[in-house]
């Protein structure tokens, strides 16, 4: 439940920041669309930054039993 949470946190709280400069018309459309992609490319990253700090800890657990 808690790795749900922490995987899209990142996602929403940069949705939200795009959707209130989108609000102002401060960033033109594709402007906002390089912006968009940037975050999904480091989002996707961050995943598996994630899983693999998972697969690390796990390790040793795996290797006792």
Do not use: K, Y
């Not at 989108?22 to 480091?42: D, N």
């Amino acid at each position: 439940m808690i790795f749900g949470f922490l995987r899209n946190a990142p996602l929403h709280v940069a949705r939200r920041a795009l959707q209130t400069v989108g609000r102002f018309g401060l960033l033109p459309s594709a402007q906002r669309a390089a912006c968009t992609g940037a975050m999904r490319s480091a989002f996707v990253l961050g995943r598996f930054d994630l899983l693999a700090l998972v697969q690390r800890a796990a390790g040793p657990a795996q290797r006792v039993a």
